[in-house]
């Protein structure tokens, strides 16, 4: 079955030529266009697809809130993967995005096959772009904030061990070579984390990570 999503941008143009890009692909399925937040929430509830490119600045209701109303009010189960559309890869609304639920960030800019990659990685549940880029993103903001460490007590020790290397940018495979451990037991220390937690993936794990002084923000270069 396809992949189906819902493309939201205020600008035509934008819509029209994301959509075209993805309808190309066998495996995609742009469903609807929204020009606002708004329109963007009753579609989603309507339509309800796998994936939403989300604008961030829009009239009406942004993109940030947009994404906060859809995600809160999905159904268990039947919550899509929203991905922001963003200019600018430090936009602190992207970094709010990710703390509401977003599971990631794409510039406009990127090619055709970036795009139709976004959609794909975001629709297997993983969180979209290279985790060193989200750890970017979140340490210039989380040096504005007062961090306040906390022990995540839920976790055991390898699985606090596992969320600081998921917050350091490390894949799956880079971690288990880390920790010696094999890829699988990694990866279902990845899930075990995400579901004690309750977190969407492993964008917000590194926004956990940060927040929850697991990990500080390194000196600026």
């Known amino acids: ?14 819509r029209a ?6 309808n190309a692909q066998a495996d995609l399925e742009v469903v609807g266009q929204a020009g606002d937040g708004a329109e963007a929430v009753e579609l989603a509830a309507e339509l309800h697809p796998d994936v ?12 940030l809130a947009a994404t906060r109303r859809i995600l809160a009010t999905a159904a268990s189960g ?10 600018f890869d ?16 794409l510039l406009k800019h990127s090619t055709p096959d970036e795009l139709a990659a976004a959609v794909r990685i975001v629709a297997a549940g993983d969180a979209l772009l290279a985790p060193s880029v989200t750890r970017r993103l979140v340490e210039d903001f989380a040096r504005a ?8 007590v ?30 699988q037991t990694v990866k279902t220390h990845v899930s075990s984390i995400l579901t004690k937690l309750d977190l969407r993936d492993r964008a917000q794990a590194v926004v956990y990570a940060y927040e929850a002084g697991v990990v500080v923000p390194g000196p600026r270069h």
């Open 17 to 22: 030529g994301f959509s075209a890009l993805l």
């Open 145 to 152: 904030q007062p961090v306040v460490p906390i022990t995540p």
């Open 52 to 63: 939403i490119l989300m604008d961030v600045r829009m009239p009406v209701m942004d993109g």
């Open 78 to 87: 039947d919550s899509p993967r929203v991905v922001m559309l963003t200019t």
């Open 90 to 105: 430090l936009d602190d609304y992207v970094y709010a995005a990710l703390r509401a639920g977003a599971s990631g960030f």
């Open 154 to 183: 839920h976790l055991t020790p390898r699985e606090t061990d596992v969320l600081r290397l998921v917050a350091r940018g490390l894949s799956n495979r880079q971690i288990a070579a880390e920790l010696v451990l094999a890829e």
């Open 1 to 14: 079955m396809a992949i189906t999503v819902l493309v939201v941008d205020d600008q035509e143009m934008v």
